[in-house]
């Protein structure tokens, strides 16, 4: 069993930065693939980018290359999302989540323990 909390959200302007954290309690995050997924109003549960247990597989949604980077410290039993350059449209309600798979899965039905999320508004 692993809980998991995030923190870090908040609003900020276009163009500005923000990092969440997801702490795990539980079970050792090393264990772990962890990913990180999005929910805007009226809108589904999206895949935003995943890191595997070991860090070397890493995955990102085409919407966030290149501007959010995926880490994770497991001596720490904590994940970060960096999100840099953000955009109106990455407001949403951000979750992490651990699966026990060993890729960087991106599917959501794949992870098994969920935090309860953090909201991210971007917005002048």
């Known amino acids: 069993q692993v809980q998991l909390v995030e923190s870090g959200g908040g609003l900020v302007q276009p163009g500005g930065s923000l990092r969440l954290s997801c702490a795990a309690s539980?079970?050792?995050?090393?264990?772990?693939?962890m990913g990180w997924f999005r929910q805007a109003p009226g809108k589904e549960r999206d895949f935003v980018g995943a890191?595997?247990?070991?860090?070397?597989?890493?995955e990102y949604a085409d919407s966030v290359k290149g501007r959010f980077t995926i880490s994770k410290d497991n001596a720490k039993n904590t994940g970060y999302l960096q999100m840099n350059s953000l955009k109106p449209e990455d407001t949403a309600v951000y979750y992490c989540?651990?699966?026990?798979?060993?890729?960087?899965?991106?599917?959501?039905?794949?992870?098994?323990?969920w935090g309860q999320g953090t909201q991210v508004t971007v917005s002048s």
């Open positions: 989540a651990a699966s026990k798979r060993s890729w960087s899965t991106v599917v959501l039905g794949d992870y098994d323990y």
């Open positions: 539980g079970r050792s995050f090393r264990d772990y693939t």
């Open positions: 890191i595997n247990w070991s860090g070397y597989s890493i």
